[in-house]
């Protein structure tokens, strides 16, 4: 529920863009926000067609494959994002 009273004027959106760009201003350009990580990473994913797996992720994946007799993931194989 909004009042839709938002400083100067502005709709929401507007009013959050403007306060996430004075946050990230005055020398703070280089910080990171609360679920960056993950909305990148995510946007990377869906870009890829699925999830994307590192280096060692997808080489502990192939040490189980290896315990429980599954044929290893080819690492040049797999997408990069």
């Known amino acids: 529920m909004s009042s839709g009273a938002f400083a ?3 709709t929401q959106g507007q009013n ?5 760009d004075d946050v990230l201003g005055h ?3 280089k910080c990171m926000l ?3 990580l ?3 990473f995510a946007a990377r994913s869906q ?3 699925g999830l994307l797996f590192s280096k060692a992720e997808v080489e502990a994946f ?3 494959a290896s315990h429980i007799g599954h044929k290893p993931f080819d690492l ?3 997408p990069t994002g």
């Open 34 to 36: 609360p679920g960056q």
């Open 38 to 40: 993950e909305a990148t």
């Open 47 to 49: 870009k890829a067609g």
């Open 8 to 10: 100067q004027g502005r």
């Open 16 to 20: 959050v863009k403007a306060v996430l």
């Open 27 to 29: 020398g703070n350009e």
């Open 76 to 78: 040049a194989a797999l």
């Open 62 to 64: 192939n040490e189980i």
